[in-house]
C-alpha cells in the first residue's frame, strides 16, 4: 500500500479551481456559451429547414469546386443520400452543424497558436507538453470541467470536441511555418518586409499544405468525438449510437455509427481536395 | 566615399558570442573555440571600404565567412564587434524604420539558390520589393514588366518559378533585385547553382547591365574564374580573416601569401594580365626598320598581345587613347609574366 503522507490533494486542488472559475466568472461563460449557442442552433436550423436536394446539390458542389473532378462530387451526393436512405437525415444534419462550429473554433483557436509557437521556441517549449496531454487524456475527462461551466448540451459538447480536435491543427501550423524555405524568408526580409508581411505574404501562404493537413486531421478527431459528445447532451448520430447501446439495438448502433463514417468521409475527402490544391506552386524544386 | 564600409569588424556565432570573442583576442585558436563551447568566428578584424559604382568581389572557401560579411550590409546580421557603415550612416544603431528604409530602396540582395516565392508568378516576384514598399499595383506593375523584360523574360510573365529553369529563375532574382532601383546589389553566390555554360551567359548580362547601371555590387563567389572576370577589387578571405584586397591584376602579380598564390595556380593569366603590367615603361630606342608595325592600348589582356608579339621581332608599342606611347611590349616582357618563376 502506498504511503498515505506522500500523496498530494491533486484532486481537491482542480475541483476548488473549476468552482472558482464557476463562481468568479460563470457569466463570462454564460455569455460565450450563448454566442456560441446562437450560431449552432441557427445553423442546426437553417440546414434542417433545407430542402433535402439542395444540401445534396451543395455538397456535391463544394465537392467539385475542392477537387475539379465530376467523379468526387457525383460519390459524395451518393454519400448523403445513403444518409439519408438509412432514416438519419434530420440527426446527421445536426451532427454536421455540431461540426462546422467545432471545426470553426478549432480552426479560429489553433492556428494562431500555431502561429505563435513557431515564433517562439520558448512558447513552443511550453506548449508541447500540454499539446501531448491534451491528446493522450481521455476525452471523457475533458466532459467534467465543460459540463460544470457550460451544463449539459451542446456548448460543452463543441468545448470538449475542441479540446481533442486542435491539437493536430497547432502542431502542423508550427511545422509549415517553421519549414518554410530559410532563404524565402531571407529574401523578404532583405526586401524590407515587416514580420506582418513576411508572416501574410511569405510563411502562411506557403505553410498552407500543412496548415490544411491540420484542418483535415482535426476534422477526423472531432468526428471521432460525436458519440461522446452524445453522452453529455449533444444531439444527432451520436445519440443514435449511444441509443443503440443502452437499448440493446445493434440495428440502430450501427445504422448511427454508418452514418458518422458518411459525413468522415465527406469531410475528409472535401478538406484532402482543398489540400491538395493548396499545393501546387509551393516549392521550387524541379 | 566609400559607400560601404567595415571598420575593426568580428563576428562570433555560438551561445556566448562576447565571451568567445574576448577570449579569440587574447588568443584562443579558432579550432579550439569551436570545440570548446561551439562557437564560430567567422569574421575576424575585417576593416575595408567599397567605393560607390565598382564590383566588389568577396572570394573565399565555404566557411571563410563571405556570406556572413554580405547579410551585416543589409543587417540580415549584426555584428560582435565593430561597425558596419552605409553611405557613412551606422547600420547596426539604425533603428526598425531606418533598416526597413534602407532594405527597402537603397539595398538589394540576389540569392545562391534565387530565394523566389514559389507562389508568385514571375511578374509578382520581380514585383515584390515594390509590393512591399505599400505601392500600389497600378504603380509598379509597369516598372516589374520592363525589368522582366530588361533580363530577357519577355512572355513569362505569368509562370511560376517551378515552370522556370535555373538561369531563367536567377534572371528573376536579378530582376526582382533591381526593381527597386538600389544603390546597391549584394549577390550571395548568385551563379554558384547554374551550370557552367549558363553561369558565362548570366556574368555577362550582368556586365552589360552594371555597363548601363552602375550600382554598387558585393559579389560573394568561391569561383575564382569569376573573380577574377567580374571583379574590379577583389577580397580573398580565409578563416574570416582578409587574406588579400586588391584588383585582380594586383593579386595575381603579387599574391600576399603562399595561401592566395595557391589559389592562383590554375588561373588564365593571360586573361587577367594586361599588357601596362607586361610593358617597359622606358621604351629602349627604337632604330631604323625596327620601329613596330602594330600598337595596343595598355588595357590589352595578354592573351591578345601574345600572337602580336609572336608574329615579329621588334617590340609592340603600347599607346593610350590620345596617342602618346606609354611604353613597348616584347616577346620576352610576355612570357615573363605568363609563366611566372
Do not use: C
Not at chain 1, 121 to 142: G, K, N
Request: proline share 5%; no cysteine.
Amino acid at each position: 500500500m502506498f504511503p498515505e503522507e506522500l500523496g498530494w490533494p491533486l484532486r481537491l486542488w482542480i475541483d476548488e479551481f473549476v468552482d472558482w472559475l464557476v463562481i468568479n466568472y460563470g457569466d463570462v461563460f454564460e455569455a460565450a456559451a450563448d454566442s456560441v449557442l446562437f450560431l449552432l442552433v441557427g445553423l442546426e436550423q437553417g440546414l434542417r429547414a433545407l430542402p433535402w436536394w439542395l444540401v445534396v446539390l451543395a455538397v456535391a458542389g463544394i465537392a467539385w469546386h475542392a477537387s475539379r473532378r465530376v467523379g468526387l462530387a457525383v460519390g459524395l451526393a451518393a454519400v448523403m443520400l445513403l444518409i439519408g436512405s438509412l432514416g438519419l437525415w434530420d440527426k446527421a444534419m445536426q451532427t454536421l452543424a455540431l461540426m462546422i462550429v467545432a471545426i470553426a473554433v478549432t480552426v479560429i483557436l489553433g492556428i494562431p497558436t500555431g502561429i505563435l509557437a513557431a515564433r517562439s521556441d520558448r512558447f513552443r517549449a511550453l506548449l508541447l507538453p500540454v499539446l501531448d496531454l491534451m491528446q493522450t487524456m481521455p476525452s471523457f475527462v475533458y466532459l467534467i470541467p465543460a459540463v460544470m461551466l457550460f451544463g449539459l448540451g451542446k456548448v460543452s459538447a463543441i468545448l470538449a470536441t475542441v479540446i481533442y480536435a486542435v491539437p493536430p491543427l497547432i502542431r502542423l501550423t508550427d511545422l509549415g511555418i517553421r519549414q518554410v524555405d530559410p532563404e524565402v524568408l531571407e529574401a523578404s526580409q532583405s526586401f524590407g518586409a515587416s514580420p506582418r508581411q513576411t508572416l501574410l505574404g511569405v510563411q502562411l501562404p506557403l505553410a498552407l499544405p500543412s496548415i490544411m493537413a491540420g484542418i483535415n486531421q482535426s476534422i477526423m478527431m472531432a468526428l471521432a468525438m460525436v458519440v461522446i459528445a452524445s453522452m453529455i447532451g449533444a444531439r444527432g448520430l451520436g445519440e443514435e449510437v449511444l441509443q443503440g447501446l443502452q437499448r440493446q439495438e445493434p440495428g440502430t448502433g450501427f445504422a448511427g455509427g454508418l452514418a458518422i463514417v458518411a459525413l468522415a468521409i465527406l469531410f475528409d475527402r472535401i478538406s484532402q481536395a482543398y489540400g491538395r490544391r493548396s499545393q501546387r506552386h509551393r516549392t521550387v524544386e524541379g | 566615399m566609400a559607400i560601404v564600409e567595415f571598420t575593426d569588424l568580428f563576428k562570433v556565432f555560438g551561445p556566448d558570442p562576447a565571451g568567445a570573442l574576448a577570449r579569440f583576442r587574447a588568443g584562443a585558436d579558432r579550432d579550439a573555440l569551436r570545440e570548446a563551447g561551439g562557437h564560430t568566428v567567422a569574421l575576424a578584424d575585417i576593416s575595408l571600404a567599397i567605393a560607390p559604382g565598382e564590383i566588389f568581389v568577396v572570394m573565399g572557401l565555404s566557411g571563410s565567412g563571405k556570406s556572413t560579411l554580405v547579410r551585416l550590409i543589409n543587417r540580415l546580421i549584426r555584428p560582435t564587434s565593430g561597425q558596419v557603415r552605409v553611405a557613412g550612416a551606422d547600420v547596426g544603431a539604425m533603428t526598425d524604420s531606418e533598416l526597413t528604409a534602407l532594405r527597402r530602396h537603397r539595398i538589394s540582395m540576389v540569392f545562391q539558390h534565387f530565394g523566389l516565392m514559389p507562389h508568385r508568378t514571375v511578374l509578382d516576384n520581380v514585383a515584390y520589393g515594390l509590393a512591399i514598399q505599400k505601392q500600389p499595383r497600378s504603380a509598379y506593375e509597369a516598372t516589374a514588366r520592363r525589368w522582366v523584360e530588361t533580363v530577357g523574360l519577355s512572355g513569362f510573365e505569368t509562370a511560376w518559378p517551378d515552370e522556370l529553369s535555373g538561369g531563367m529563375r536567377q534572371r528573376v532574382g536579378l530582376a526582382r533585385a533591381l526593381a527597386t532601383d538600389p544603390d546597391i546589389l549584394l549577390m550571395d553566390e548568385p551563379f554558384s547553382a547554374l551550370d557552367p555554360l549558363i553561369r558565362r551567359d548570366m556574368q555577362d548580362q550582368l556586365l552589360a547591365l552594371q555597363g548601363d547601371l552602375t550600382k554598387t555590387i558585393v559579389f560573394i563567389t568561391h569561383d575564382l574564374d569569376e573573380a577574377l572576370r567580374l571583379g574590379d577589387r577583389i577580397a580573398i578571405l580565409k578563416d574570416g580573416a582578409l587574406a588579400q584586397l586588391g584588383t585582380p591584376e594586383e593579386i595575381l602579380l603579387a599574391p600576399a601569401s603562399d595561401y592566395v598564390a595557391a589559389f592562383l595556380r590554375d588561373v588564365n593569366r593571360g586573361r587577367v594580365l594586361t599588357a601596362s603590367s607586361a610593358m617597359q615603361r622606358t621604351p629602349p630606342q627604337v632604330g631604323p626598320g625596327q620601329s613596330s608595325a602594330a600598337s595596343i592600348a595598355p588595357e590589352t589582356p595578354l592573351e591578345t598581345v601574345l600572337p602580336l608579339v609572336a608574329e615579329q621581332d621588334v617590340p609592340v608599342a603600347v599607346v593610350d587613347a590620345d596617342g602618346a606611347v606609354l611604353g613597348t611590349v616584347s616577346r620576352q616582357d610576355v612570357i615573363a609574366l605568363l609563366v611566372p618563376k
